[in-house]
């Protein structure tokens, strides 16, 4: 039986992965392993009693939960957290840099023959737009325009500037957002890559 749930889709891209010779990939991939069902634990995402649902690309992958969008704010801060001790006591060549994007959306959600399934543009989307980060920005957090707008109404301590759209292989546009905590998580980023018209969301705690 079908039915309509709405997700949040969280991407993860480790950055410079395919150059890393086979052990360090076990490694990097073991320690992302850690920080997502630690932040995962921690940020309550199986409070819908439903588990959150990892989908690996080898460079990282998707976490699909069906909770509070608002949890994500707090998987952020921890998986961030995580990954800051670990590159503060690490040589630079062992460091671990992520690059995350999350979207928000309806989906058709069923047991299929593979396992549950999941039909809709939520995690197409938030493929799209991970994809199409800049390389430029080491442990950036992005989110779609439809997060934002539950951002908005959430009252949290998040800062949010408009960056310019992304326009996917499909042709379709895509406006994201440069998501930033401080402290906690996300970059600043120059004017160069900002929205001709950024809006900048801000709210404080």
């Known amino acids: 039986m079908e039915e309509t749930k709405f997700l949040i889709v969280i991407g993860l891209d480790i950055e410079g992965y395919t150059n890393k010779p086979i052990i360090q990939q076990l490694k990097v991939q073991k320690k992302l392993e850690d920080w997502v069902l630690k932040a995962s634990e921690e940020a309550k995402l199986s409070d819908s009693g439903v588990a959150p649902k990892w989908i690996d690309t080898g460079d990282g992958g998707f976490l699909i939960y069906e909770t509070d969008y608002l949890k994500s704010l707090t998987f952020f801060e921890i998986f961030y957290r995580e990954l800051d001790r670990h590159n503060d006591d690490v040589k630079d060549e062992a460091k671990i ?12 959600h069923w047991q299929g ?93």
């Open 113 to 205: 023959k593979l396992g549950v399934r999941y039909a809709g543009n939520a995690i197409n989307v938030c493929a799209r737009i991970l994809n199409g980060m800049l390389r430029s920005y080491s442990n950036q957090v992005v989110c779609s325009g439809i997060y934002m707008e539950k951002i908005m109404q959430g009252g949290v301590a998040v800062k949010g500037r408009r960056m310019q759209d992304y326009v996917d292989k499909h042709g379709v546009g895509h406006a994201v957002w440069n998501m930033q905590k401080v402290p906690g998580f996300g970059v600043e980023l120059e004017t160069d890559h900002l929205h001709e018209d950024p809006h900048e969301w801000r709210f404080e705690s």
């Open 97 to 108: 840099l992520v690059r995350a994007a999350v979207h928000c959306d309806d989906a058709l």
